[in-house]
């Protein structure tokens, strides 16, 4: 993707804005949707439950170092569950 990290960052760092760019979305465009914590950076959730092929699942935002680096922690409920950390950079 060829855009500076300051046009990015904001989309992943406010969890509201997956709808825009999230390819799940496509997938399940009726699936269930949650927010809660923070409006956005460290606290945020987001929690989801969709089709077979969505599942259920929930992101919470743990680090936020503008424009830099997100740490997210994802878990998956269902259909197996399966918690993972992940670092974009």
């Known amino acids: ?9 904001p989309l992943i760092n406010d969890l509201h804005s997956m709808q825009s ?5 496509k997938v399940d465009p009726g ?8 409006p956005s950076g460290p606290g945020a959730i987001y929690e989801w439950e969709g089709n077979r ?3 259920q699942g929930r992101m919470e935002i743990l ?12 878990d998956f409920i269902k259909p197996f569950q399966a918690p993972t950390r992940a670092f974009p950079n």
């Open 1 to 9: 993707m060829k855009a500076a990290p300051e046009t990015i960052f």
């Open 21 to 25: 760019w999230s390819a799940w979305e």
């Open 31 to 38: 699936m269930k949707r949650s927010y809660g914590g923070a």
């Open 53 to 55: 092929e969505i599942g």
């Open 63 to 74: 680090e936020s170092v503008v424009p830099t680096r997100i740490t997210i922690r994802m």
